[in-house]
């Protein structure tokens, strides 16, 4: 069994090793259950340029259980979030950390982790098709979930000009 980690020891860890490039870190604490259980979510930005190796950092800690990658188009920047579960052997015990990184959309470049934690391939393949982000060293970068022949350049998750609003029709703005 691995060594059981605190919300506090995580944040503290990542703070002491990369300082000015946790651009923000806050835990959330709340209760489940019947018993009213604690549970511990840990948000977490981190600067692009010392993404992957936070990634590397936190698996010198613990070796993560990642869920999922999460994307948002917030604007001038497009917000990748990576969902990892701590404790993941530990029934009742997980802590949910939650790494942002910030991609400027004038360059929305980041590095694949997948080389660290196989799983994340198919998550960032995702964010490539959906959000228009560059995954370097992504080993496949084929297509997942959109069809082959869907038109490049379109992002299904952009709400900027690269979104598919002209491809679907408003069918509230229908007159009868």
Known sequence: MKKKVTPEEVVKYFKDEFKTKIKGAKIVKRKFGSKKKESY???????????????????????????VASGNDIGKIIEIIYHFTLNYDQPLEEIILNISVELPKTDPTIDTISDIIPGALI?????MEMLGITVKGIPDSSRVFLPDDFPEGVYPWRRDKTGPEKYYKNLHEVKK
């Open 41 to 67: 979510y840990v948000w977490m930005k981190v600067d692009r340029t010392v993404f992957k190796d936070s990634i590397e950092h936190l698996i010198k800690l613990q070796y993560p259980h990642l869920a």
């Open 123 to 127: 998550t960032e393949r995702e964010k």
